[in-house]
């Protein structure tokens, strides 16, 4: 009988053991992420991601014929969908099964257009198989995921790049005085902890949950500590406010999500009708001296290893073409 070939190029990747690795694939949905969803992509196939698969939400700013374009370059599948309903859940669960249907993977990472998954023990392979060496009945890993808090200087330089937040959450910070809260906590929205993210065994895979966070699966979940995803949801105004009307009218078309679901980004199109989005902007992009304060009392980590990633991958581009 014929066999259906691999998507994935390359084969097997082999551990320094010679031990088969998993092979890992990604799914990512986007809805106007030109500016860092080919980073993204490039970023992920460097650390060990054989295959994508993007399910494209209607952008209108590029992102979709970027990915087009993409497509010469990496194995990569694109699903069309055009319902600007954030069916979030539907729509990833859609892409896992097209994955264990027509690709050769063992693990999928859930993954959105902003965040990284930095591998703490070599590449996202290495790292997923050091995580389940000790548990061979887990299907899911739930991995940190730390908030990148941007820089007020950097965002509004023309040559800023995403990677130059280098400042992690780990610890929620206070509003300061005069800082319009967003909910009942008097937190920030964007400098605090926020919940893990998941991916997944292909095989026993049923549902993706909402975000990413959770999926329901015939094995077990555990916590992986060797990797950590790093969030750049806040970059530049103009991102930030797109981000936020798209996701705003999204959401008020959901009649499936309690009202609770996505509160900060409820909030932030609330302001934003209300013209006061900018104060929020302001509120969740800090200077220089703040990061400092935030760094010496605790608050956050400098974490350069994405922000390396790039500057090495630059230089090596400006040798080869010198």
């Known amino acids: 009988m014929a066999t259906t070939p691999s998507i994935f190029p ?4 082999a551990s320094s ?11 990512i949905l986007v809805r106007d992420e030109v500016d860092i969803i080919a980073d993204n992509i490039r970023y992920h196939s460097a650390h060990g991601v054989q295959h994508f698969i993007v399910t494209d ?4 700013d590029g992102t979709r014929e970027l990915l087009a374009q993409l497509q010469d370059d990496y194995s990569l599948e694109i699903i069309d969908e055009p319902s600007h309903t954030i069916d979030q859940d539907l ?46 009945d887990v299907g899911v890993l739930a991995c940190k995921r730390l908030n990148m808090l941007p820089d007020k200087q950097h965002v509004a330089s023309p040559g800023f790049a995403f990677h130059d937040s280098c400042f992690a959450t780990v610890k929620t910070v206070p509003l300061l005085d005069g800082e319009q809260p967003w909910n009942k906590h008097n937190i920030n929205c964007v400098a605090r902890t926020v919940m893990d993210k998941v991916l997944t065994r ?12 959770g999926a329901e699966h015939t094995m077990q979940k555990s ?15 103009h991102q930030f406010e797109r981000k ?33 989005l900018r104060d929020d902007y302001d509120s969740i992009t800090f200077d220089q001296a703040r990061l400092r304060t935030l760094l010496k009392e605790g608050y956050v980590v400098k974490d350069t290893r994405v922000q390396s990633h790039f500057t090495e991958e630059l230089s090596g581009e400006h040798l080869r073409s010198a």
Not at 10 to 13: D, L, R, W
Not at 57 to 60: C, I, K, L
Not at 264 to 273: D, E, T
Request: proline share 5%.
């Open 202 to 213: 292909v095989e026993g895979l049923g549902v993706i949950q909402y975000g990413n966070h």
């Open 223 to 237: 916590d992986c500590n060797s990797i950590t995803v790093l969030h750049y949801p806040v970059r530049t105004y």
């Open 57 to 60: 939400n209607g952008s209108v």
């Open 244 to 276: 936020v009307k798209n996701y705003g009218e999204s959401l008020a078309k959901n009649d499936r999500f309690p009202s609770n679901a996505s509160a900060h980004l409820r909030y932030w199109y609330k302001r934003f009708l209300e013209g006061k």
């Open 17 to 27: 053991s010679n031990t088969p690795l998993p092979r890992v694939a990604m799914s």
């Open 10 to 13: 390359g084969g097997e990747i």
């Open 91 to 136: 729509w990833v669960t859609r892409m896992a099964e097209q994955l264990k249907t027509n690709a050769d993977c063992d693990w999928v990472i859930h993954n959105d257009a902003d965040e990284f998954w930095v591998p703490n023990i070599g590449s996202l392979p290495e790292s997923i198989q050091a995580a389940i060496d000790a548990q061979s």
